[in-house]
């Protein structure tokens, strides 16, 4: 495998990924990060989807400026 080894911070993650039992952990919790990250996106998005929105605005929008 080809993986740059220039950088201190590639080395160490090499060395990390490279160890059975540390790499299978870092592996864990880069996909439990990634994943826990996923899942809080779309509950925010589903949280506004279902948020309660006044009848009327305290400003005009901009489509509404030169709305009589």
């Known amino acids: 495998m080809n ?10 993650l090499y060395w990390l990924v490279n160890t059975p ?3 299978g952990v870092a592996v864990v919790a880069i996909v439990a990060t990634a994943l826990g990250s996923f899942a ?6 589903v ?3 279902q948020a309660d ?11 509404l400026h030169d709305h009589k």
């Open 21 to 23: 039992g540390l790499g």
């Open 40 to 45: 809080a996106a779309l509950r925010w998005v």
């Open 47 to 49: 949280r506004g989807g």
């Open 53 to 63: 929105e006044p009848i009327t605005y305290a400003y005009p929008t901009s489509a």
């Open 3 to 12: 993986f740059p080894q220039d950088n201190p911070i590639f080395q160490f």
